[in-house]
């Protein structure tokens, strides 16, 4: 999800404090092996990939509702087949039904605190079975319990057995207010972003069994299957849904069918319905009041679409890794038509994928979706739903932001419900290098949307936040962190602390193949923070522990300093530098002689592992000048203390 305002815009940070000295810094603090908060076994490994008992759970879903704009409702069936891999023996099953968030008195609209601007009577199931083993179905009364629902089973389901739910069921759809999902009104019709839409199966791991956070504010932790859904709409509706549309020749006119071919072999955007035909009927088929619309998507943990009479569509072929292909694919009103607004959406999306998949890991799905609509700033696999008033720069950021989320947490399976850091950031961070690369730097640089107008230095804006004693860290349970927080510590402390990690302490040499190697280790997976932690320090050879514990599990600040110019008795010249705060760092110190000269000396974070001031030899010559992190890519809160000349 997006949006957010510069961190400097916020009034009410503090103001930087350089009252701290070398006293401050404590090495063995800083420095103490570093706790993982999950013990290694044969599930999770040492080196931060699935061990060699690994297991998950399966949930695979046939879904059939329809939409009814006349009471903007959606009902229809749920049948969850569910797979128990794990080694326990399970007497319940837990769904997800957020669509309570919605109800009076809900857990989330009271922990958001304020009045809600709306409310609907939430998910109504209106009649629920299970059925083991192949054997008979029988009914069951859920027990709802705010956005979950415990299902008692009435034989225990055994390891590696199945168990298929069938679930009937209606709820309304809210209106903007409803946020992750909702319907609004465009110049030609009402568009539907439909979300959150079916009963979703609990992950049930190794790590709390059933995980059943409640629905608050934060978002999504699924099991992963396959899904094939059937959705039946008035005929003069188009409908863009996660995955593969099965049926294009049922609900589509020839001429859409053609064009659709056409833009599988185009590099180059094709209309498949013009703006210009939207008012056209013709452009519809005309075959009854309603038309049914058959999506599949396999191995995916959600599906989520978007229906409505008042879209134009484009689409143009993705070239992925190895050959393969995609389409990508974007849905928009008139009124945000034209190459300074959404017709451009597709370019944004098609680059986007084929660079994130030949940089990170390859996109696995037929279609990659951008849709103009309410629920604006808003991923799930496979589609995305922004705002019809994006335009330029912002449409292109928060394209390549919400399309991103396809590899996190769609991809890589994140708990987006206690760490949203890990989907939130690790998306942010790639989007830093989407949008220095897109048409030559067209819309560069780009920081997330916490970055200054005209791209301010990130390691400078970080610095409030970390001054600040009330911005929490990022390893917070995400439900804990306020919307003034949310931001700037949840998106941009945590993808910057990735782009530090990569360009200053790692390097990208030894970055990217361990950060590739995680991706694909836990594709449709669900890595836990510890997981990453232990697979970066294992595969990029390098003790973490300083870092993790610095920048991640505390807010602490960094203040280098250089202190002094001296000579050893030999003659050797020394710079002395100093830690005057608890977070350290690799530095570059540039020296400067009297000839003229520079030199560079690389200090690795180990330089102040045992004090808090260390005399640096550095290269012969008379030195004139010495200068800590020259370059400025090190987020040093008092710069002041960096250079000492002699």
Do not use: C
């Amino acid at each position: 999800m997006k949006r957010a305002l510069s961190v400097l815009a916020l009034p009410f940070l503090v103001l930087i404090s350089a009252t701290a000295s070398a006293q401050d810094y404590k090495p063995r603090e800083t420095f103490a092996p570093f706790d993982m908060p999950q013990p290694v076994n044969r599930y999770r490994s040492a080196n931060g990939l699935p061990g060699p008992d690994y297991w998950q759970n399966r949930a695979d879903y046939q879904l059939r509702v329809a939409l009814a704009p006349a009471t903007r409702t959606i009902a229809g069936t749920a049948t969850i087949t569910y797979t128990n891999n794990s080694p326990d023996t399970l007497d319940v099953l837990w769904l997800q039904i957020d669509q309570n968030l919605y109800k009076p008195g809900s857990r989330g609209g009271m922990a958001r605190g304020g009045a809600p601007a709306g409310h609907t009577d939430g998910m109504v199931m209106e009649a629920v079975s299970v059925a083991l083993a192949g054997g008979p179905a029988t009914a069951v009364t859920p027990l709802v319990s705010d956005t979950r629902a415990q299902l008692r089973l009435p034989t225990p389901l055994a390891p590696h057995g199945k168990a298929v739910v069938t679930i009937r069921y209606h709820y309304s759809i809210p209106e903007a207010w409803g946020g992750r999902t909702s319907w609004g009104k465009s110049r030609d019709g009402d568009i539907y972003d439909i979300a959150q839409w079916y009963p979703r199966m609990a992950v049930y791991d190794d790590i709390r069994g059933w995980d059943t956070a409640p629905y608050l504010a934060q978002e999504f932790y699924l099991e992963y299957g396959d899904f094939d859904y059937w959705v039946t709409l008035p005929a003069s509706m188009l409908m863009a849904g996660s995955g593969e549309l099965v049926n294009p020749r049922e609900v589509l006119t020839p001429t859409q069918v053609a064009r659709l071919d056409t833009a599988r072999g185009s590099d180059a955007t094709v209309a498949i319905r013009s703006v210009a035909e939207i008012a056209d009927p013709t452009s519809r088929p005309a075959r009854g009041d309603t038309l049914t619309w058959h999506y599949r998507m396999r191995n995916t943990r959600d599906v989520a679409f978007a229906a409505s009479s008042a879209l134009a569509w484009d689409a143009a072929r993705i070239r992925l890794p190895g050959g393969g292909t995609s389409l990508a694919m974007s849905y928009y009103p008139a009124e945000s038509a034209g190459d300074a607004r959404w017709g451009r959406s597709t370019a944004y999306v098609k680059d986007t994928v084929e660079r994130f998949s030949a940089r990170w890991y390859p996109y696995p799905w037929p279609a990659a979706i951008n849709v103009a609509g309410p629920t604006s700033g808003m991923e799930y696999p496979g589609i995305v739903f922004d705002a019809p008033e994006d335009a330029g720069k912002e449409l292109f950021w928060i394209t390549a932001h919400e399309i991103g989320h396809n590899w996190f947490p769609m991809i890589v399976g994140f708990d987006e419900r206690r760490h949203a850091w890990m989907d939130e950031g690790f998306n942010t961070f790639i989007d830093v290098y989407q949008s220095d690369d897109f048409n030559h730097g067209e819309y560069g640089p780009k920081r997330d949307s916490e970055y200054a107008e005209g791209g301010g230095n990130p390691v400078d804006e970080i610095l409030p936040v970390l001054a600040d004693t009330a911005a929490p860290p990022i390893l917070s349970r995400a439900d804990t962190v306020v919307e003034t927080w949310r931001h700037p510590v949840t998106y941009f402390k945590s993808a910057l602390g990735l782009v530090l990690l990569r360009e200053q302490i790692l390097g990208p040499e030894r970055f990217d193949p361990a950060f590739r190697r995680f991706i694909a280790a836990w594709a449709y997976r669900h890595p836990q923070p510890a997981d990453f932690f232990r697979a970066m320090e294992s595969e990029a050879g390098e003790d973490l522990s300083y870092w993790w514990r610095g920048w991640y599990a505390n807010n602490w600040q960094l203040d280098l300093a250089v202190t002094g110019i001296e000579t050893a008795k030999d003659g050797t010249p020394l710079v002395r530098v100093a830690s005057r705060d608890r977070l350290v760092m690799p530095a570059t110190l540039r020296v400067s002689y009297a000839d003229g000269t520079t030199r560079d000396v690389r200090l690795p974070a180990e330089t102040w592992i045992r004090q808090a001031s260390t005399a640096v030899p550095v290269p012969a010559g008379k030195v004139v000048k010495a200068e800590l992190d020259p370059d400025h890519m090190l987020p040093d809160r008092d710069r002041a203390n960096n250079i000492v000349r002699s």
